[in-house]
């Protein structure tokens, strides 16, 4: 099913717009991992993957009627041909289709830029949560979660608060591939971000998923593997047992790597650093730190503990940005 056949099945055939929306939605971090698309057009996964929300890290978008389309991120307007703009535009005109409707969309990010996050996962959740405002279309949760997939595929996990689960569904227009909240009290997983080099992305998610699928002989086990790790996951959430959460979610991330290594040629989005970090964890975890780890499509590392091993996380990694995803959400 192509984008466009996709939109039309889901709005109206005329948009009936307020003058203005807004909306936020958190960052995510994958505990186990979204990598490779049975359907590039879309974003549809070849296994179901589990996050937790960021809480009041995420992106506030509003978007107002305006003479001409407009994007301004973090408070500055950006040129036409601006890759983001480029990004945003094509994504709201999958809503107007052939209608006249000029745009203002204001997207700020409250992800500290210094944190070595991606910001699409929030970017497109907040985007559709606002444009389905603005265009009074109240849709419900799966189906938004289905555009959101399209923005990105992390984007379907960005909708909600805690923890998050994204089935991978078997549809060819993947009304089934969506995600929702898992229901959860358990409120002392934290995450640690520690920026390690500030390096530019070399080759973006997309197109590393593509290049692993294609050529790398682990990528056959990988789809299976995450399947079985996201259960796990989901089953330690409810017995709210941190050391199968966390060594299961470093387990998984790792093996993500390694598909990737094994591609040919190699891809890896680890520096030195990423693998000092590796390895600095397993040594501290030795010496009786509940401490794991995950990674993403970059060279930084993202730390599980729990709220008691705060302080000990601070001692161990000074620089490191402590986030509690249950903090109360200002948005
Ligand atoms: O949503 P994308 O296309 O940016 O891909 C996200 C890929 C990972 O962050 C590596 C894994 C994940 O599940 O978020």
Redesign the pocket.
């Known amino acids: 099913m192509t984008k466009a056949d996709f939109f039309a099945s889901i709005l109206p055939a005329t948009l009936n717009p307020v003058e203005q929306a807004h909306a936020y939605a958190p960052s995510n971090i ?1 505990l186990s ?3 490779g698309k049975r359907d590039a057009a879309l974003n549809l996964p070849c296994n179901g ?1 589990l ?1 937790i929300s960021l809480g009041d890290l995420g992106t506030h978008t509003t978007v107002t009627l305006a003479e001409r389309d407009l994007v301004t991120l973090n408070g500055e307007d950006l040129p036409r041909d601006h890759e983001f703009v480029r990004k945003v535009i094509a994504f709201v005109d999958h809503f107007r289709r052939e209608q006249q409707l000029p745009l203002h969309i204001d997207t700020r990010n409250t992800v500290p830029t210094a944190a070595g996050l ?1 910001s ?2 929030s970017g497109f959740a907040a985007l559709t949560l606002a444009l389905n405002q603005l265009f009074r279309l109240d849709l419900p949760d799966p189906t938004l979660s289905a555009i959101a997939r399209i923005g ?4 379907a996990r960005s909708l909600w608060h805690g923890f998050v689960e994204w089935q991978r569904g078997t549809r060819d227009d993947g009304r089934d591939s969506i995600a929702r909240p898992i229901d959860s009290p358990w409120r002392t997983v934290r995450i640690g971000l520690l920026e390690l080099n500030r390096a530019e992305k070399h080759t973006s ?2 197109d590393g998923m593509t290049h692993t699928a294609a050529t790398s002989p682990l990528f056959a086990v990988w789809p299976e593997q995450a399947e079985r790790d996201r259960i796990t996951i989901r089953r330690a959430i409810a017995n709210e047992d941190f050391h199968a959460l966390g060594a299961t979610a470093e387990a998984n991330a790792l093996a ?1 790597h390694a598909t990737m290594l094994a591609a040919r040629p190699l891809l890896t989005y680890f520096q030195p650093e990423t693998l000092a970090t590796i390895l600095n964890v397993q040594h501290l975890r030795a010496d009786g730190l509940a401490l794991y780890l995950t990674i ?2 970059g060279p930084n590392v993202k730390l599980l503990y729990r709220a008691q091993d705060e302080g000990d996380v601070r001692r161990a990694f000074p620089e490191v940005l402590c986030i509690n995803p249950f903090a109360a959400h200002s948005a």
Not at 152 to 155: D, F, L, R, T
């Open positions: 994958a991992k979204y990598w993957s996050s991606a699409s996962a990105s595929g992390s984007a998610s997309r993500m993403d499509a």
